[in-house]
């Protein structure tokens, strides 16, 4: 019995290609992304001729569209048409010179622009990408949950902890969906955490509300792994503890780098590290400092 096998897909998209003009454009578009204007120089054709069969190409799936390019289809195998190529290398080429100029007049405006577009946020975001996505995080004094949120997406799972029922709703509300984040109620000198149960614990502007950081530090070396990492961040020893102890409740003004390092040796870290951070020009608080360990 004779049995006719339907053509393979891909023919029903090969029609497109029975015109040069349009195997020129997807050669081109191999290369990159390019606009209409840029295919017309490139390509030395009228605007109304690139566009049509562009038109064209799409229906068939060969490219796509965006709002400020194109994106190109897979030609692998297909012969180079050269002079389009050699043209498409002066249309990058100003593309390159337009950005380089744009760089030269933005230099002394350059971060307020950046951070109008990307947040005041973006240098600090590829960090995110230093953390193992198998980890076990612990916000130790969670409060309402910013950092936590922060965490989550690049994290295997976010354990926190606050005191405060008040805080731990308003983390809750924000961390509203997420089955990534684990809430609990608890004390810093308790933390109703198993042993060994983090990869990383972080203390993040919270030592200088508790009565005994060095029990806290302790503490928290409990429920960290073998190599686990302490994160702390905290405030500079700084003047103005007893305005701060009335109107916020702080215990400590502060703290300097050999009280921490001596705590951190004292709960049983290594590679201890202490450093100051750098100021923000808003914050009107005082200095920051960050320190890290791991435990032995």
């Known amino acids: 019995m004779n049995t006719t096998l339907a053509p393979p897909p891909i023919l029903d998209l090969v029609s497109a290609l029975g015109d040069e003009t349009r195997t020129r454009i997807l050669v081109l578009l191999e290369r990159g992304e390019f606009n209409v204007s840029e295919l017309c120089r490139a390509l030395q054709l009228p605007q109304p001729t690139v566009s049509r069969h562009l038109r064209t190409l799409a229906e068939d799936g060969w490219v796509t569209s965006r709002s400020e390019g ?45 951070q109008g577009l990307f947040g005041s946020r973006a240098e600090f975001l590829p960090l995110l990408g230093l ?109 103005r503890g007893p305005a701060y102890a009335r109107d916020m409740g702080h215990v400590w003004p502060g703290f300097t780098a050999e009280q921490i390092t001596g705590w951190l040796e004292a709960a049983g870290f290594q590679r201890i590290h202490v450093q100051p951070l750098p100021p923000d020009p808003a914050a009107e608080g005082p200095m920051l400092f960050l320190a890290s360990g791991q435990k032995r």
Request: net charge negative.
């Open 70 to 114: 194109l994106v190109r289809g897979d030609l692998r195998g297909l012969p180079v048409y050269a002079e389009d190529a050699e043209r498409a290398q002066g249309v990058l080429a100003d593309r390159r010179r337009r950005s380089a100029e744009f760089f030269a007049a933005s230099a002394d405006r350059w971060d307020e622009l950046r």
């Open 131 to 239: 953390l193992d996505p198998e980890w076990v995080v612990g916000d130790l004094g969670i409060g309402t949950g910013g950092l936590a949120a922060t965490l989550a997406p690049y994290v295997h799972r976010v354990v926190g902890v606050d005191r405060s029922e008040p805080m731990l709703d308003a983390a809750r509300e924000r961390l509203a969906g997420r089955d990534d984040v684990d809430l609990r109620l608890g004390e810093l000198e308790d933390l109703p955490i198993e042993d060994g149960e983090l990869d990383v614990a972080v203390l993040s502007l919270v030592l200088h509300y508790v009565l005994d950081p060095e029990e806290v530090l302790a503490e928290a070396a409990r429920v960290l792994r073998p190599a686990g990492r302490l994160l702390a961040v905290d405030m500079r020893a700084h003047e």
